[in-house]
């Protein structure tokens, strides 16, 4: 009866852990002799544990990261040994409070994307939301929103996170009106969040992005200000994969 009525309050409550290893819990408890507050802190820790898992799966549902792009499969090896402390450091996810920007910079297959969604990765691990979008995307979106006379609208709802990886900024050339969105965003969310970008083009070459010299000194000097800069100069990891498969299986010829 007591656990019936138990059963009841646990749901009433909305703790569906305790509700599910009460029981069991109590049995382990009486068999190494706990106190009730042991007993209870167990209950407790295993609700909260399962309360913080379900909101980093929602996190990650949300962020629209690439899940198999962790720092557990980022061969670390491969990076300069700068960068590779600076991406210890940012691991540590600091940067978002002081609403620090990352900006990587590489050859295509370098790695950029990868790691910077992997400290997006560990980010959500920290309870921070974190959203990724390519850049084409991401531009299409806000003129979109700028279409519908919605763009405030549409700022303000990605300003809730606290970190956003813009992917490939450059890599395929836009038009000037979608150029000017994307400025839009980025004064608008000028130190008030982290801005996360991958660019296969260096500084020297970003007025081939925003199409004006004054935009474009105007985007670098928002980036800039707080910001920690990875220069990934390695070859393609991609390229070297498929060179290590060619000679695997020419020793096996």
Aim: proline letters at 3%; one cysteine or more.
């Amino acid at each position: 009866m007591e656990n019936k009525m138990l059963d009841d309050c646990l749901k009433q409550l909305h703790l569906p852990t305790i509700r599910t290893c009460f029981l069991e819990a109590a049995g382990i408890a009486v068999q190494n002799n706990l106190s009730y507050e042991q007993y209870l802190l167990t209950l407790v820790e295993q609700e909260l544990e399962a309360r913080t898992q379900k909101r980093i799966r929602r996190l990650q549902r949300e962020s629209r990261l690439p899940l198999e792009k962790t720092i557990a499969v980022f061969d670390r090896r491969r990076l300069p040994e700068k960068v590779n402390r600076l991406v210890t450091i940012l691991l540590q996810g600091d940067f978002t409070d002081r609403c620090e920007n990352v900006l990587a910079f590489g050859n295509p297959g370098s790695g950029k994307t990868h790691l910077l969604c992997a400290i997006g990765h560990e980010l959500i691990r920290k309870g921070k939301q974190v959203l990724f979008a390519p850049c084409s995307l991401l531009v299409q979106s806000l003129l979109v929103a700028k279409r519908d006379l919605k763009l405030s609208q549409y700022l303000k709802k990605i300003g809730k996170y606290d970190a956003i990886i813009i992917d490939d900024i450059g890599y395929v050339q836009q038009s000037r009106d979608e150029m000017e969105v994307l400025f839009t965003l980025l004064a608008d969310r000028y130190e008030k969040s982290s801005i996360m970008i991958t660019s296969n083009l260096p500084f020297s070459q970003w007025e081939k992005i925003f199409k004006d010299p004054m935009t474009t000194a105007a985007a670098i000097d928002r980036l800039v200000h707080h910001s920690v800069i990875l220069e990934l100069n390695i070859d393609s990891y991609r390229l070297e994969k498929s060179k290590g498969n060619i000679s695997e299986a020419n020793r096996e010829k």
